[in-house]
């Protein structure tokens, strides 16, 4: 511990953001004095349990503190913010790992894996809006992007490049490996891809990501938003995993046997997926968590006339249609908004694909159609099942499935289905202006 602080020290470092994720995948923390560093490893910066989305912790009692106690491996400087360090903190109740903390509950599906040999290998692709908020609505920050196919645009993308840039840099500095940054589909929205790594390590990065993301978009005047879908007329923004499975000898699991051949996954990499699959219902609950993910889960015309998020259970190769893309030795899931929780929606994937395996799932033939091409008609009848099409249904089948369920534990999943449950009725009650311009006068 003293070399670390003797370090960070030297590196100009006086304070630690000793910083933890709640249930909803916002970043939460406090300043800690880099003198203090000892106790923040050891025992843990303490804060009120009940304050907490998702603990369900009581006011009183031995229980009501929650510790937010810090990673030795995942503490580094924060490049944007000179003089202060990152902590990645995991959450402790009673001197225990507990057993709501996001991070802790990927803890627990990364142990699983690794009692079986195996590690989780995860790369996540962020897309996000960069917004302004005037005369009481909001708009894409660059007054300019307005094309019809905005998508690689190499007019607008420039006038970011200095965003952009930073946010490269800032990252890089950070460790995190990027390998690109585009202009997407929609008005004011882009997306970094970073180099893959171990599933934990990945959702550390996207919270890094995110902490760094907004800050820097904040000094230049802009609102940083990973809202599913801010505009009805265009694309949402996903939260993409590609995903493979290793051993210790570094091994991918998920190769097939003979490479360039037809196969793309192995047996145990289709089994996995099988699982996925089967899950998906539930998983949706925890990839798009929100009222307005639902906006984006749909089939339709997007702006420039392609949708990228699925809407219906399938997979297929190199299929963007389906909900699960297979590549040699790998997947990509295409489910989860930017508004998931990297730390849950992981776990649950970790938990959907071991059931696929232990009960040696198939997940049936190829899709090699364009399914936003095809009848709602022609989609039942090739056996694909549809994705949940609003919160209140992906949390019935949260609450219907023991799989994700018994992944979360049972404070965070009953917690989660309690809160989102709420946020429904919430939704569901609110009198939009949409239903006062259309019935207000009518009858």
């Not at 003797?6 to 909803?24: N, Y």
């Not at 005369?135 to 094309?147: C, T």
């Not at 990228?308 to 190769?317: D, F, L, R, S």
Request: charged share 20%; aromatic share 8%; with cysteine.
């Amino acid at each position: 511990m003293i070399d670390i602080q003797q370090r960070l020290a030297a590196q100009g470092v006086h304070t630690v953001l000793a910083q933890f994720t709640d249930m909803h995948g916002v970043a939460k923390g406090k300043y800690v004095p880099l003198a203090k560093l000892g106790e923040l490893i050891e025992t843990g910066a303490g804060f009120a349990g009940p304050s907490i989305w998702g603990t369900a912790l009581p006011r009183t009692g031995a229980r009501a503190e929650y510790y937010a106690r810090a990673d030795v491996e995942r503490i580094q400087p924060m490049p944007w913010m000179p003089g202060y360090a990152r902590a990645v903190c995991s959450g402790y109740v009673d001197n225990q790992p507990f057993d709501a903390c996001p991070r802790q509950v990927l803890l627990r599906g990364v142990q699983r894996l690794a009692e079986r040999g195996w590690v989780l290998k995860t790369g996540i692709e962020p897309e996000f809006f960069l917004l302004k908020h005037e005369a009481g609505q909001w708009r894409p920050a660059d007054d300019h992007d307005r094309l019809d196919k905005p998508s690689y645009d190499l007019k607008s993308l420039p006038r970011q490049a200095g965003y952009l840039h930073a946010l490269h840099e800032t990252l890089s500095k950070s460790g995190l490996d990027v390998l690109q940054l585009d202009h997407e589909d929609a008005h004011g929205q882009y997306e970094v891809n970073f180099a893959f790594d171990d599933c934990l390590s990945s959702a550390d990065h996207v919270m890094l990501f995110k902490l760094a993301a907004h800050a820097l978009a904040e000094e230049r005047g802009m609102v940083f938003s990973m809202m599913p879908k801010p505009f009805a007329n265009q694309p949402g923004s996903g939260l993409h995993f590609h995903l493979s499975l290793w051993d210790t000898t570094h091994r991918c699991l998920f190769a097939p046997a003979t490479k360039g051949g037809p196969e793309l996954l192995s047996p145990l990499g289709r089994q996995f997926l099988a699982g996925v699959l089967a899950h998906s219902p539930a998983l949706c609950a925890l990839a798009a968590p929100t009222v307005n993910s639902y906006k984006r889960l749909v089939v339709g015309e997007s702006l420039s006339g392609t949708s990228w998020a699925p809407a219906y259970i399938a997979h297929g190769p190199n299929n963007r249609s389906a909900t699960l893309r297979t590549l040699p030795g790998r997947f990509e899931w295409r489910l989860p908004d930017a508004s998931a929780n990297p730390y849950l929606a992981t776990a649950a994937l970790i938990a959907a694909g071991l059931d696929g395996i232990d009960r040696g799932l198939d997940p049936g033939p190829d899709c090699t159609e364009d399914l936003f091409k095809l009848s709602l008609a022609e989609i039942r009848q090739r056996g694909h099942g549809l994705l949940p099409q609003s919160l209140e249904q992906a949390v019935d089948a949260l609450e219907a499935d023991e799989v994700v369920r018994g992944a979360l534990g049972d404070t965070l999943s009953h917690e989660f289905i309690r809160l989102k449950r709420m946020e429904w009725v919430e939704y569901a009650r609110h009198v939009s202006g949409w239903e006062l311009q259309r019935y207000a006068a009518t009858f």
